[in-house]
């Protein structure tokens, strides 16, 4: 088959580049994982007599034979996420390119190259269980982009797995994005009095929240006060203005792990006129 070369060029004095900007890969051939029920096994660790790492990337590619006229190398190249923690069903955006080596061709001998139209797979397993389950199956642009977008059901691991085509070997990469709770709150006035409403979705019945407050801008939050929630996950609380001065108010649902991460919303402040 042919792969073509990524293509690197500059529009006035800014650098475009084709490659995304974080990588994660398994390069050397294997099998896919089996659709069978919707779930995947994690890839076989790769024997390290076949590898050689690439220290400065962390990616680790196969090894050439000396006799074979052509080999071919894949991995799958991921961009960073946007966030570092998202609120239950807020989009999650995955998005990268299929590339590979091709040591017959001097282009894609040093450079990656991508592979042209495909189809990739994106796994999710949900901290807490222990089994992949089959998200989406999308197909590639002509220049092997990908991008998925599914909402957080909490922590978990995903992975983006290519069977490979041809002689071109399969490549997978995984990551764990962190989940929160949703905390849906607002802060609002009524009658001359603030107050901060929330429901925290899912599963916080009959729970607290807890409420922190600072004195100034640059100041440290400190626990204030607790708010229990309903049997359905909301709370509703007054939050007092200071004479002079602002206070400032967040709340906070702590961390269950191993699928949900500490929630924190945003930062509101009162004041007296």
């Not at 659709?35 to 990337?57: F, G, K, M, Q, Y």
């Not at 570092?84 to 390119?97: A, D, E, F, P, V």
């Not at 998200?135 to 092997?144: F, G, K, P, Q």
């Not at 400032?248 to 699928?259: E, G, I």
Request: aromatic fraction near 10%; charged fraction near 20%; proline fraction near 4%.
């Amino acid at each position: 088959m042919r792969i073509k070369r990524l293509l690197v060029g500059a529009i006035g004095t800014a650098l475009v580049v084709v490659t995304p900007l974080a990588l994660s890969t398994t390069a050397q051939a294997q099998d896919a994982p089996r659709d069978r029920a919707s779930e995947v096994s994690e890839a076989p660790a790769a024997r390290s007599t076949d590898l050689a790492s690439d220290a400065t990337t962390g990616i680790t590619v196969s090894t050439v034979n000396a006799r074979s006229a052509q080999a071919y190398t894949s991995r799958l190249a991921v961009a960073r996420q946007a966030l570092g923690i998202y609120k239950y069903k807020t989009s999650i955006r995955i998005s990268g390119q299929v590339q590979a080596h091709d040591s017959a061709n001097p282009s894609c001998d040093v450079e990656w190259c991508h592979v042209g139209q495909t189809s990739v797979k994106l796994y999710r397993r949900i901290g807490g269980t222990s089994s992949y389950q089959l998200v989406s199956n999308r197909a590639t642009d002509s220049s092997s982009h990908f991008v998925f977008s599914t909402p957080s059901l909490g922590t978990a691991a995903y992975k983006v797995v290519w069977s490979g085509v041809g002689s071109v070997p399969a490549a997978s990469s995984g990551k764990t994005i962190k989940g929160s709770r949703h905390p849906h709150t607002r802060v609002y006035s009524s009658r001359g009095r603030v107050y901060m409403q929330g429901n925290i979705d899912p599963g916080w019945g009959g729970k607290r929240v807890i409420i922190q407050r600072k004195a100034s801008k640059s100041g440290s939050f400190r626990v204030w006060s607790y708010a229990r929630t309903n049997r359905y996950g909301g709370f509703k609380l007054r939050l007092p203005a200071p004479s002079t001065g602002y206070w400032y108010y967040r709340a906070v649902v702590p961390a269950t792990a191993p699928r949900w991460a500490v929630t924190v919303t945003g930062v509101w402040r009162t004041y007296q006129r």
